[in-house]
């Protein structure tokens, strides 16, 4: 049985240019879109969460969340942590929500079986210091 786990940040107001400012802060605490290819939401996003590909060389994420801003109400892509191959696919909001589905090689809990749900609040929440931060966590 597949069970899903997320983990949902609310930041607030947003605009193009905070959210290139969490991106980089993400990317400055070690998270990395990928080697040589980027996975991403297809803008516009029709609510269907089309997932393509890029080459990383062509990836330009201020670009991107612009073009979000611009012709959709989210985006996104795959971003995995340091060389653990553990990872998440971040959705951007426009409305300022956030949300972190844990779902490349989720780190659970060795106790409790769950998802571990500090390690990733240790590793995503610094880079939105800066906003006033509602975090809801959800496995089902």
Known sequence: MSRD??????????????????????TNLG?????????????????MYDWNDMDTL?????DYFGKVFLTSDKGGFT???NDTEVGCDFIFFTSGKIIAVLSLNTKMD????????TWYLQKIAPAMENYHLSIICEFC
């Open 5 to 26: 786990a997320s983990i949902t940040f609310i930041v607030g107001e947003v605009n193009r240019k905070d959210y290139l400012s969490i991106f980089t802060n993400l």
């Open 31 to 47: 998270w990395s879109v990928g080697k040589s290819q980027v996975f991403h939401l297809s803008l516009p996003d029709t609510g």
């Open 58 to 62: 062509n990836f330009d994420a201020s």
């Open 79 to 81: 971003m995995d942590y």
């Open 110 to 117: 060795e106790i409790s079986g769950l998802p571990d749900y």
